[in-house]
């Protein structure tokens, strides 16, 4: 596909650059187009460059549970694949979210109830899935578990390339990273802020998922809108959790050191640990109201700035990491189109539009590209 790209250069400089300097206006930036549905993106929800490979950009798309690939993204030579997994249907049903973890693993999370692409009745056994970002094991099949597991059931069994899955987060609007094999999602059936402890994977396409710890923070306290996922951010620095509370529309923070189990909690699988906690430290850190925002969904943290997409107004965001207010954006993109944010620096931002299934590269409107990509004439949005 052809990278499109426009600038106009402002004369002030103050604000940021990537959202137009002072004048907050779209026409003030460097937009570059990454991709779009000739790469397989079929409404692109979120997105992440895995931190092991220079230049690999990672896209989660809802409307076929799969993964777009980049490939030295940007420059002349990038390139991309598009790879389903062969049991998506499950293991990245409705994907809303992607986090990259410890060496070559992700995460994904599903707004999702289980119903297998419709085939069967929903019984919520949902929740954040482990994989490899190894492509040689990431969407491919483990003729060993395929054996294994067909001969333990009695029928044909290939559960594609997860490493592991725990099913007590149906509905899953957002998840984020924190260490080892542990992931924060937002349950959006629940209301809750679910630490996922998958502890030890059980290996390529292989079903033990009873080693699982499951904690819920915040019950009640977060609210679902369908459709529109909400991002989070964990500050490996302060140990704060930063969360698009889209149905509440406000951005919240919890404190992961606090809080305590409160009571052990029915499970969904045996031998997975599932517990409330109570006593946690968790507070609104932006009301929406005070800003015209209605929506948010997405959510980064880049040097020491919070970034936040609105769904429903198309604005980006940009906070103090205590709520104050740096700069704003209007974006030119459709309602619902801003889902997934992603920053490189505070030059360089990577953001979604699912309604029009591409990938968009912000900068600042005097950025020279290290390659610059052929240019179209440039046609308003």
């Not at 003729?143 to 294994?148: F, H, K, Q, R, S």
Request: with cysteine; aromatic share 10%.
């Amino acid at each position: 596909m052809l990278l499109l790209l426009f600038a106009c250069i402002s004369e002030d400089y103050l604000g940021l650059g990537a959202l137009g300097y002072e004048s907050n206006d779209s026409e003030d930036v460097l937009w570059t187009l990454i991709g779009d549905a000739s790469d397989g993106l079929n409404t692109p929800r979120d997105l992440g460059f895995n931190p092991e490979k220079d230049g690999e950009l990672w896209v989660v798309n809802r409307t076929d549970d799969s993964v777009s690939i980049f490939f030295d993204t940007a420059s002349l030579e990038q390139t991309s694949t598009h790879i389903i997994d062969p049991y998506a249907m499950h293991f990245m049903d409705e994907v809303s979210s992607i986090a990259f973890g410890k060496k070559d693993t992700f995460g994904t999370c599903h707004e999702s109830r289980n119903t297998y692409n419709g085939t069967a009745r929903a019984n919520d056994f949902m929740g954040p899935t482990l994989w490899s970002s190894d492509l040689s094991i990431f969407g491919n099949s483990n003729p060993e578990a395929v054996e294994y597991l067909t001969d333990l059931y009695g029928m044909p069994t290939d559960l594609g390339s997860h490493l592991d899955m725990l099913h007590e987060s149906p509905l899953c609007m957002g998840i984020e990273w924190q260490h080892e094999n542990v992931y924060w999602v937002f349950n959006g059936q629940n209301g809750s802020l679910d630490r996922n402890n998958f502890h030890e994977d059980h290996g390529m396409g292989y079903d033990d998922h009873s080693d699982g710890t499951i904690y819920k923070y915040g019950i009640g306290e977060f609210k679902r809108v369908a459709d529109v996922p909400s991002h989070m951010k964990f500050d490996h620095n302060s140990a704060l959790l930063y969360i698009a509370d889209t149905g509440n529309n406000a951005i919240k923070v919890l404190n992961v050191r606090t809080g305590d189990p409160d009571e052990r909690l029915p499970v969904m699988e045996p031998g997975t640990k599932h517990y409330s906690m109570s006593g946690e430290d968790l507070w609104i850190l932006v009301d929406g109201e005070d800003y015209g925002m209605e929506m948010p969904s997405g959510l980064t943290i880049v040097e020491d700035t919070l970034l936040v997409t609105d769904n429903q107004t198309s604005m980006i965001y940009a906070f103090s990491l205590d709520g104050e207010l740096i700069d704003s954006l209007q974006t030119p993109f459709a309602q619902g189109a801003l889902m997934g944010i992603y920053g490189s620096s505070m030059d360089d931002l990577w953001l979604v539009n699912a309604i029009d299934d591409e990938v968009w590269r912000l900068q600042p409107a005097d950025a020279d590209p290290e390659q610059e990509p052929n240019v179209l004439e440039f046609t308003s949005f």
